[in-house]
Structures are given as structure tokens and as C-alpha cells.
């Protein structure tokens, strides 16, 4: 209630006690019923009624229950507030220990101002009234207000010094949480992971690029680390891979707390930023190109890549230059990657010999011996496709008085492994070659036969069978006879 209030309440009850003539009763004797309290009340009542004339129900407002409601109002405001300036000036008074929350806020500090005890008013004291109560209300608000700029000030001076160590400590890096960024500057770090996954065998090595990085989850350890799972593309010349990595991260200004991070250079770097290491990776791989070389394959190679089914295939082709001809032998091989290398499978080999008409046909000689007696041998009609060739011959039996011999004989040439007989006519490509041929005598039955080798050098190796009839030496009839003749001949 108001001054103005006040005054205008004494006002009117003075008003009508005035005019009643009657004797002045304080409102204090009136509220409180004391010595003549009612007595007072009563001749107040007389005389207005004498002054007056007799009023029924002429009511005197009742001054007293106003002002006591007023004055008990004013004493709960009081002693509220100086409830709160009590627990204002505890909270500055607590030990450096105590933690309390600030106005507006979740986070909690310590506190280890101290402030100076204000000496608490008396339940008893008296409170002031009129315009000393109104002065007594201000210097109680001052204090408020100064207990309350206090409390500002203290906050203020805690929430720095907060505000102080947590930038210190890295500021808002440290609510930043692992990013795509750091995966991949920790991948990248790694020489073993980026090395890939598979093995360079048969492939020429290239580097590998990184791609397509992604957390899947993370998950915190009570140690303040961070454990990630990632995924990764690794890809380069020859493979790519789909790779899952698991990976560790701790703040840099904690990495040297942390065994796996002995080897991580932390130095330097700010102390909230994310370090990180690898802990296990594996990967799906295939190949995205063929094999591109193998030393034991020389001259041009370049297989043929099938995506599809992860396979190379190639097919060797060696020439080997022979005096009647050329040997070409054609080897099939098969390269499989299965995940991690390719492997190498080779197949059967397949040949074909090139007989030269050029070089077989022509005049050869005896090289003495028993060749002596092949007066004449002729190479004729090379087939080079079908390996087969004429052989054109005359000899001479050694019967005593039989006649010589001719005939055509038809011979087919056949490569065969070089052991016993043939090691001593291999050649270059490590095979011999040896042929075989029946034909015609003019003597005897009319049959002969011929085989032996290709020998080195132009010379041809023959052991020749051929009929021929015998004459007498006096008399009877002439017989059938074979005569053998072996040795070796040269194209002259």
C-alpha cells in the first residue's frame, strides 16, 4: 500500500470523527481493544448519533484491520527477501570445493571467490514506518542490488575463467567429432594399406587411389577415444578394392597416452585435432586389367583379358630355324586372379614343321663307306605341308655279276624325341627328324625299302634295302636277291 493511500485512509476517518463532535480516539487505541478502547469507540458512536439526530446504520470504517493486513504483507515480503539475500551471500561464502549451477545454464563450475559476510538484520528489530519505513525500504534494496551485482560479478569472473580453459583446451574443436576428412588423412598415412591387397605378380606395380571413404559407425571409449568403422575404395592400374577398415582416434593432445599412437608424430598439431591409426583392414579385390608381363615369356606379350571371368589368356608362339625347314610350337597359357594374385596355368603344347622344298631337293653324294654304292640319290617332290618328299635312287648290289638297281621311293618325314638312335641327329628345336619310305627296284621282286634321319647339316643318314636279281656264276637260273646298303649323304 502507497503513502498517498495511507494519508487518504486517516484522512476520511478523521472526516467523520470530526463530524460527530466526537472525542478523538486514536486508531491504535481502537485496533488494539486497550483501556477504554471500547468505551472510546462507543461515545464516538453517541456522539454522532446526538450531534446528528438519531441515524440508524450510519457505519465507521474500520481503519485498523486494513492497516494490520498491510503491515503483515510488508513484514512476508521482508522476511522473503532477506531468506534470498541469506542464500546469496552462503553461495558466495562456500568453499572452493562447492559446485553450483549458473542462472541459465547446464554446466557446472567451482567457485573459489569468497565474499564478505553481510550481518544478518534481527527477527526483533523494529521495522521503520511513514517516510523512515520508505527509507528503510530503499536501503534494503540497495542492498539487494548490491548482493545481486556481487553474485553477477562472481559469475562473471568463473564463467572467464572457464571460458579461458576451454579455449585454451582447443575451444569448439573440442566438440568436433571425427570427420570423413580425418579417415582419410589416417588412411592415406598408412604405407601398408596403401599398398592394396593384392599381389603384383605377373602385373606391373603402380599406386594405389583412394576413394569413396565412409563412416558406417563410431563408437567412444571411457578413455576419450573414438573407435571408426569405415569403408574405402582402393583402386589403381590393375585391381581395386573394396575395402572395410577399422580405425582408433584420440585427441593429438592425448596421443602420447596411448600405445598404439608410439609412432604417430603428434607434435605440433593442435591438441583437440583428431589423430588416428588403423587397426585392422580387410578388402574384396578383383582385377580390372590383365596381367601384363611374366619372365619367363619373352618377346611380345600382350593377353587377352576376360572381366567377366577374371582369366588371361595367351598363347606362346616359338619358331625354330632348321636346314630343311622351320618348327613353329604353339603353348597355351591360362592366368586366373582369385582374389589376391594371379596364378598361372600352362597347357599343352602344339607344333607344326614347315618343310623347305628348296633346301631338301637336289643331288646328294656318298660320304664314302658303303654309301659308295648308292650311285645315285635324288630328292624330289617336297610336300612341305605333309612332310613328305621323292627319293630318286640307282645302286649297285654286291652280288657278283647282278646288275644294278633304280627306283622311286615316297618317304614321310616325322619328328621324334632325340634319345639312343636319334641323340646324335637333334636338332635346333631339340628334336630328330626321321623318315621312312617303301618304293620300286628293278631287280628281284621289284620292292625297296628306306629310312633313317635328317641329318645335321645337310646331310641325309639312310639305311637302304632293295631287290635285285642274281645271275649265275656258271650256270643254273638266276634268283631274287636283297642287298643292304647304309650310310650317309650330302646335298652337293
Not at 174 to 199: H, I, K, N, P, W
Not at 227 to 242: G, H, K, P
Request: hydrophobic share 35%; aromatic share 8%; with cysteine.
Amino acid at each position: 500500500m502507497t503513502e498517498s493511500q495511507d494519508n487518504t485512509r486517516d484522512e476520511q476517518v478523521s472526516s467523520v470523527l470530526d463530524d460527530a463532535s466526537a472525542p478523538t480516539v486514536s486508531l491504535a487505541d481502537a485496533s488494539a481493544g486497550g483501556p477504554g478502547g471500547e468505551g472510546a469507540a462507543a461515545a464516538a458512536r453517541d456522539g454522532h448519533e446526538q450531534a446528528d439526530g438519531p441515524r440508524a446504520d450510519v457505519a465507521v470504517e474500520d481503519a485498523s484491520a486494513a492497516f494490520f493486513a498491510d503491515a503483515c504483507e510488508r513484514a512476508s515480503i521482508a522476511e522473503q527477501e532477506m531468506r534470498e539475500r541469506d542464500e546469496a551471500i552462503r553461495s558466495l561464502a562456500g568453499q572452493p570445493s562447492t559446485t553450483w549451477t549458473l542462472p541459465g545454464g547446464s554446466r557446472s563450475v567451482t567457485g573459489t571467490q569468497k565474499m564478505p559476510k553481510v550481518p544478518e538484520a534481527s527477527a526483533d528489530e523494529p521495522k521503520p514506518a511513514g517516510h523512515d519505513g520508505d527509507s528503510a525500504e530503499v536501503t534494503e534494496s540497495r542492498t539487494r542490488r548490491n548482493v545481486i551485482v556481487g553474485v553477477i560479478a562472481a559469475v562473471a569472473v568463473v564463467a572467464a575463467i572457464a571460458i579461458g580453459g576451454f579455449f585454451v583446451m582447443g575451444g569448439p574443436a573440442l566438440f568436433a567429432q571425427v570427420s570423413v576428412a580425418d579417415v582419410e588423412r589416417t588412411l592415406e598415412a598408412d604405407a601398408d594399406f596403401m599398398d592394396g591387397f593384392a599381389s603384383n605378380d605377373y602385373v606391373t606395380p603402380s599406386a594405389y587411389d583412394l576413394s569413396n571413404v565412409e563412416i558406417v559407425n563410431t563408437g567412444e571409449g571411457q578413455d576419450g577415444s573414438v573407435t571408426v568403422q569405415a569403408t574405402a575404395l582402393l583402386t589403381n592400374e590393375s585391381f581395386e578394392s573394396d575395402c572395410s577398415v577399422t580405425l582408433l582416434f584420440v585427441r593429438a593432445g592425448d596421443a602420447s597416452s596411448f600405445a598404439q599412437f608410439s609412432d604417430i608424430e603428434a607434435a605440433g598439431l593442435d591438441r583437440a585435432a583428431w589423430v588416428g591409426v588403423v587397426l585392422d583392414s580387410s578388402a574384396a579385390t578383383r582385377a580390372i586389367s590383365g596381367v601384363t608381363e611374366d619372365a619367363e615369356i619373352s618377346g611380345d606379350f600382350t593377353p587377352t583379358f576376360d572381366e567377366a571371368s577374371q582369366t588371361c589368356t595367351f598363347t606362346t608362339e616359338t619358331s625354330y630355324d632348321l636346314w630343311f625347314g622351320t618348327r613353329s610350337v604353339q603353348t597355351p597359357y591360362t592366368y586366373s586372379f582369385d582374389g589376391d594374385a594371379w596364378t598361372r596355368s600352362q597347357g599343352d603344347a602344339q607344333s607344326s614343321v614347315s618343310y623347305s622344298s628348296d633346301a631338301l631337293v637336289g643331288e646328294y653324294t656318298s660320304q664314302g663307306g658303303d654309301a659308295t654304292r648308292m650311285t645315285a640319290f635324288r630328292v624330289t617332290n617336297v610336300d612341305a605341308a605333309a612332310g613328305t618328299f621323292v627319293v630318286e635312287y640307282q645302286a649297285t648290289p654286291s652280288g657278283f655279276g647282278s646288275e644294278a638297281i633304280s627306283g622311286v621311293i615316297t618317304c614321310t618325314i616325322s619328328a621324334v624325341t632325340a634319345t639312343d638312335a636319334a641323340r646324335g641327329y637333334r636338332q635346333a628345336d631339340g628334336y630328330a627328324y626321321a623318315f621312312t619310305g617303301d618304293g620300286s627296284s628293278t631287280g628281284g621282286d621289284n620292292t625297296a625299302h628306306i629310312e633313317g634321319y635328317l641329318g645335321l647339316d645337310g646331310a641325309i643318314v639312310f639305311d637302304f634295302t632293295g631287290d635285285y636279281t642274281r645271275m649265275p656264276f656258271l650256270f643254273g637260273d638266276p634268283t631274287n636277291e636283297s642287298t643292304e646298303i647304309a650310310g650317309t649323304v650330302v646335298k652337293g
